[in-house]
């Protein structure tokens, strides 16, 4: 495609923005890799950072070659949702892992849903679960719905901006929002649990910049989209579509230089350093020694990101040993004993368990 004036003034404008984002990013990810200290965390927050620039250079791209930003955008639609469920598992780590933040739950009072539902619910382990496979589900059908619209592009079967219901853009377009929608819902509902536990890591900052980069880049698309569509806005290229998505590549080109000051003060790597440990009260596990490479390769293995989906989906009577049984001894209100043989551990009561190894005729006692 021939670059008119327009165009080359909005390359060259989001070039120059975009250097200063990676600078400043690079920056920040740099010195959490150099002072790796907590690789569970320091893990999620790297991945988080690698957003910012990601999404800068994506919209430098589709300013170059907006004819193949759907093509580029499919690695980008796929790490915002991979990003959002970051965030989550680094509130868990922040709590001390997955068991602690079972057992901080079940010491939280009875509380409302978030709106539109008012009714009252208890904390446990089950609700943990819920929050964990509800936002989830977004890192996992996002890239399929991405996926998908790439391949719809090519056969003129997608018609990005187009409504009309025997194109792939209006259905791409509910699932990705009923899909966004479910899993902030959940990260709403679960930072209302945990906000008290978590207040030494200021969450509602990181949460805030994470789902404004989510949620406000997608709707001013929308949003541009429509404005341009009606004339509210002066067109930059003939075709209305393509003129909305250069407006809005340059403006995510700028805002991802303010997010990129932003991350600075929500993800901050100096709590980290060695000097500074003791500033921050919920530090776990110190590990010191190594070296950029080693942390580099912690940071980009996703064995934690596979293991998370098998044991969010796959049920737990399925993952248990098949050479156990489990014994439920409960006490009822009548002071009476309950005994209870199952194949499968209960995760989400506090009752007495008996293990009973069948093999090795071994009974084990475990307090749950």
């Not at 406000?216 to 998505?245: G, N």
């Not at 209960?346 to 190894?357: A, C, R, V, Y």
């Amino acid at each position: 495609m021939k670059l008119t004036l327009i165009n080359s003034i909005f390359i060259l404008i989001g070039a120059g923005l975009t250097f200063v984002t990676l600078c400043i990013s690079l920056f920040l990810i740099i010195c959490h890799l150099r002072n790796y200290t907590q690789p569970k965390q320091q893990r999620c927050i790297v991945r988080i950072c690698i957003m910012v620039p990601l999404y800068a250079v994506y919209s430098l791209l589709a300013l170059i070659f907006p004819r193949q930003q759907t093509y580029f955008a499919v690695f980008r639609d796929c790490y915002e949702a991979y990003a959002l469920y970051m965030f989550f598992v680094l509130c868990i780590e922040y709590a001390g892992g997955q068991k602690q933040m079972e057992a901080n739950f079940l010491q939280q009072n009875k509380m409302r849903l978030v709106m539109p539902f008012w009714c009252y619910f208890q904390p446990s382990a089950r609700v943990l679960m819920w929050c964990r496979r509800g936002i989830l589900q977004y890192a996992l059908i996002r890239p399929l719905v991405t996926i998908a619209s790439a391949i719809l592009l090519p056969l003129d079967k997608y018609g990005e901006g187009s409504w009309k219901f025997d194109k792939g853009y209006v259905y791409a377009t509910i699932i990705n929002n009923i899909c966004v929608t479910v899993a902030l819902y959940f990260l709403v509902l679960f930072y209302k649990v945990v906000k008290e536990d978590l207040k030494p890591y200021r969450p509602l900052l990181k949460f805030s910049v994470i789902k404004l980069i989510v949620v406000f880049c997608y709707w001013q698309s929308l949003i541009l989209l429509v404005l341009a569509q009606f004339k509210f806005i002066p067109p930059v290229d003939p075709d209305v579509t393509t003129s909305a998505s250069m407006l809005q590549n340059l403006a995510i080109c700028f805002e991802m230089l303010i997010f990129s000051i932003l991350f600075l003060y929500a993800f901050p790597y100096q709590m980290y350093r060695v000097g500074a440990l003791s500033q921050a009260p919920l530090i776990r596990e110190v590990q010191l020694g190594g070296d950029i490479k080693g942390s580099i390769t912690d940071m980009v293995n996703q064995k934690d990101m596979v293991k998370d989906t098998y044991e969010s989906f796959v049920p737990k009577f399925k993952r248990d040993n098949t050479g156990k049984k489990f014994r439920k001894v409960k006490e009822n209100g009548d002071n009476s004993i309950q005994v209870i043989e199952t194949d499968a551990r209960d995760d989400d009561t506090n009752i007495e368990l008996d293990i009973i190894d069948d093999k090795a005729g071994i009974n084990n006692t475990e307090r749950r």
